[in-house]
């Protein structure tokens, strides 16, 4: 399903933001709605639906495992013509109801390994901008005075070390499960018409067809 909702909110890019709203209601998809109720940020909410279908869909062809999550998801805003201006709110989802479309999709839509991986690395983001901006901090006493707390520091940078962790573990299990599956297609394939992997097209291409 989400190839195709992709492909189809790809079609109404340049059309009103009602109209891609309209569409997604005509499938019953609300998830998205307070991205384009809310109008205290000025983002474009089609780019925020187009966004988060291809950074955070199991079968979005623009997601390579093992490759750094920033460098990837800087190439799918460049890949939809997203500026620079918002690319910070949209990678670290710091609107509040991007961060909530992009875990209702998530939980919604993906399988149970791929929604670990995915939250894992929102997960990871977070602590990585926590410790990153030295964000721990204590109050002494009565006063407006605030010391950094390294303990609280060395529990994030642990949890970080224990994401780390599970986000390669979640990628493994995905790729060898992706291999699986792409054995039992070649198997059926060879089955049905002698082919196998040769005759086979991994992707329609419709995606790469929308966007000039």
Known sequence: MTTSLLNECLKLRLEPSDRMLEYLHSINLHIFDDLFQNRETDYDPRHAVLYILTAYSEDSPLIILRQDSRVEQENICDYLGIPELYRHNFINLVDKSIRRAVTNYVHSFSSQTF??????????????????????????????????SMPDHNK?????????????????????????????????????????????????????????
């Not at 994401?163 to 990628?171: P, R, T, W, Y």
């Not at 792409?182 to 991994?202: F, H």
């Open 156 to 212: 994030a940078v642990m949890a970080m070390y224990s994401l780390a962790k599970a986000i390669s573990q979640c990628e493994k299990e995905i790729s060898q499960e992706v291999k699986r599956k792409g054995s039992i297609l070649e198997m059926e394939e060879v089955k049905s018409d002698g082919k196998g992997k040769n005759g086979r097209k991994r992707f329609n291409g419709s995606i790469e067809n929308i966007i000039k």
């Open 115 to 148: 929604r670990w991986l995915m939250f894992a690395k929102i997960q990871y983001r977070d602590y990585e901008m926590i410790v990153t901006n030295r964000d721990f901090k204590v109050a002494e006493g009565d006063t407006n005075t605030y010391n950094y």
